[in-house]
């Protein structure tokens, strides 16, 4: 029987198998999302040495698959062309002659009219004759994540990543005026995208992150991975990523001898893969960090609390919604909690700062019938706002709103699908 099911282009800057960090959770419920409705043809790259033996996986879900090995060092010194080109430096990063012949080639045999980029970088490759629907899931406003890092740092990476932050707006900008839609993880996201282009205000939209809370579920515990000893807070990410590196090493250094003032023996572990030397260095009197595990599940079960104190931070992440999934309590800085939809002191407890943090934790560990209450209410609110069917079914709105379409009638279906993105939006029938 032949498949009815028309032919996509998907797009992301990462293998987006297995999801075990946050861009590829996102990235791996998108695709399955996709070929539900669509046959599937995966354009990615491969920057880690383990997830070359994932590449077979991908046939599950995609129709066919180029998937490109990169070299994060090698590319970086490449990406330095963007200095002389005037360009954002993460577009020469993820640049591949290879990857846009395959694009144009597997378009124009497939009759590929729909496609969707997964992070800003990939929609350099959007611009190719015969693609009539063009949907780009930016994720966050990544413009704003580098001169963010600028403020963090000194001269010159301050200006580098000012520079990188002000090049990527203006390819931003560029990419969503040209394209049909483009999809942010969070209203607040969305709004400073709005402000920073007022006038592509009507082709943005939200599409909020979700989690498998079947997977992320009390019943999947498992046994405790946590020695005997004093209580337990628990960081889970990939410990190469800069906002998770300075939120670990803000709360080690600073936070938790704090909490130890009150709580002598409690201990905090860093869970997740590729801890950098920096992070590792933390390891120590009352901190541990564990690189990579089979399994997170059994760390975050165990936790007698789950700390995000993040800094750095944009869009919801999902180490938040995982741990809330699996009841527990979680202690979060102000920056991510911004688009959560969960009540503070309820569902989650919100700190604006490292003092209001302290307070948050050493509150939340002398009361271990507070903390089962919170995590409890925190399991319901993921049942109740974040399923990721739900969210993700804005991609089918906006791929067929568009269908069949052209020029201004197109833009307009576009927008109408938009509209229904909002929170609070009823959904389209």
């Not at 080109?85 to 694009?103: C, F, I, K, M, Q």
């Not at 911004?338 to 309820?346: M, V």
Request: charged fraction near 20%; include cysteine; glycine fraction near 6%.
């Amino acid at each position: 029987m032949q498949d009815a099911r028309p032919p996509l282009l998907y797009l992301t800057h990462r293998i987006p198998y297995p999801p075990n960090k946050g861009d590829k959770v996102r990235s791996f419920n998108i695709l399955r999302q996709l070929s539900r409705t669509h046959r599937v043809w995966l354009g990615t790259f491969v920057d880690h040495p383990d997830d070359h033996a994932h590449i077979p996986a991908l046939k599950q879900w995609c129709e066919q698959s180029c998937v490109i090995p990169i070299e994060p060092r090698i590319r970086r010194i490449a990406s330095l062309r963007g200095l002389a080109r005037g360009e954002a430096l993460s577009l020469p990063y993820y640049r591949s002659p290879r990857l846009t012949d395959w694009v144009r080639r597997v378009v124009g045999e497939h009759d590929i009219r729909a496609a969707v980029a997964f992070s800003g970088p990939m929609a350099q490759y959007l611009d190719v004759p015969g693609l009539a629907r063009r949907v780009v899931d930016f994720c966050d406003v990544d413009s704003a994540k580098w001169t963010q890092y600028a403020d963090e740092h000194r001269w010159p990476m301050s200006w580098l990543y000012r520079r990188e932050g002000a090049r990527l707006l203006d390819f931003e900008r560029a990419v969503a005026q040209n394209v049909d839609a483009s999809l942010f993880v969070t209203a607040a996201e969305a709004d400073l995208f709005r402000r920073a282009a007022p006038e592509l205000g009507s082709r943005v939209g939200v599409m909020q992150n979700g989690v498998d809370a079947d997977y992320f579920a009390p019943a999947n515990a498992g046994d405790s991975p946590y020695p005997p000893g004093g209580p337990v807070l628990v960081f889970s990410g990939a410990m190469d990523y800069w906002p998770n590196v300075d939120a670990v090493t803000w709360f080690a250094t600073e936070l938790l001898p704090q909490v130890r003032q009150s709580v002598p023996d409690a201990r905090f572990w860093i869970v997740g893969m590729n801890p950098t030397p920096a992070v590792q260095a933390l390891a120590g009197e009352g901190v541990v960090v564990t690189g990579t595990v089979p399994d997170v599940r059994p760390y975050i079960a165990h936790a007698d609390l789950v700390v995000a104190p993040l800094r750095i931070a944009r869009g919801i992440q999902n180490k938040v919604l995982e741990a809330m999934a699996m009841a527990r309590a979680v202690v979060v800085s102000a920056a991510p909690a911004s688009g959560l939809a969960a009540e503070d002191g309820r569902e989650c407890a919100v700190a604006a700062d490292g003092e209001a943090f302290c307070a948050r934790v050493l509150d939340l560990l002398r009361d271990p019938a507070r903390r089962a209450e919170m995590g409890e209410a925190a399991r319901d609110c993921v049942l109740r706002a974040y399923s990721w069917s739900a969210h993700l079914r804005a991609l089918d709105w906006l791929l067929e709103a568009s269908a069949g379409t052209q020029g201004a009638d197109r833009s307009g279906a576009a927008q109408a699908a938009i509209a229904q993105l909002e929170p609070g939006a009823a959904p389209l029938r």
